[in-house]
């Protein structure tokens, strides 16, 4: 039993070696947290609010706000300090975004138009035929002034080679017209037509310019 002179202060060191001794290396650690709120960066650049909860040692949760509005799950031991919560909700952000895309793409294959607000018809939709097979597939595409989408690249289930196509300069040569500019869309079923998808992993502000930069305007 360790025993102390009265009346004798104590150095701040000798009190730290005296808590050591008493209460172990658990009182120099951060302390745990059950809750705790953040933002991480997401793959198309834009920032996420997000809520973690701490349900038991092997389950966690990290629910993403607006935009994503998805839940990661991580069902692996974590000692759930700031830090350390903070450098696991920035690494599943990539497995939300995911999520969300993979949601959108079902979205977008749909026959029957959802409940809610949808975007106004376009001129000239594609035929129901068309929109069968291309829904759920991005594609480059040009997009007028009035934002209207006409695909000018292969239609393809997954993004990446479509997004390589558009910053690759494979349609660095195309003429754009007026307030023209490419973009990637992907195809709506119910909707019979290309639209600008909410959810890609790239930087939007990155516009591809016309072949010279001298695009009517």
């Not at 360790?2 to 104590?10: A, D, E, H, K, Y």
């Not at 999520?99 to 018809?121: N, V």
């Not at 934002?147 to 754009?176: H, M, N, P, W, Y």
């Amino acid at each position: 039993m360790s025993r102390f002179v009265v009346g004798v202060t104590l150095t701040p060191e000798e009190r730290a070696a005296r808590n050591l001794l008493h209460t172990g290396t658990r009182s120099q650690s951060p302390p745990r947290l059950m809750h705790h709120e953040l933002n991480v960066a997401l793959p198309d650049g834009s920032s996420c609010p997000v809520r973690y909860r701490r349900f038991a040692g092997r389950s966690h949760r990290f629910l993403f706000g607006e935009p994503l509005t998805e839940a990661v799950w991580v069902t692996e031991p974590m000692h759930s300090t700031a830090i350390v919560i903070e450098m696991k909700a920035q690494e599943c952000a990539s497995t939300a975004f995911t999520q969300a895309m993979a949601k959108e793409q079902t979205l977008m294959r749909r026959k029957a138009r959802p409940r809610g607000p949808i975007l106004p018809p376009s001129d000239g939709p594609m035929s129901a035929k068309s929109a069968e097979s291309h829904a759920g597939r991005y594609a480059v595409c040009a997009v007028s002034g009035t934002g209207r989408l006409s695909a000018i690249g292969k239609a393809s289930v997954q993004c990446d080679e479509t997004i390589a196509q558009l910053t690759d300069g494979t349609f660095a040569s195309f003429r754009l017209l007026g307030k023209q500019r490419l973009a990637i869309g992907i195809c709506c079923r119910y909707l019979k037509r290309w639209i600008e998808p909410v959810f890609l992993p790239y930087t939007r502000d990155e516009r591809v310019p016309a072949e010279d930069g001298t695009a009517d305007e």
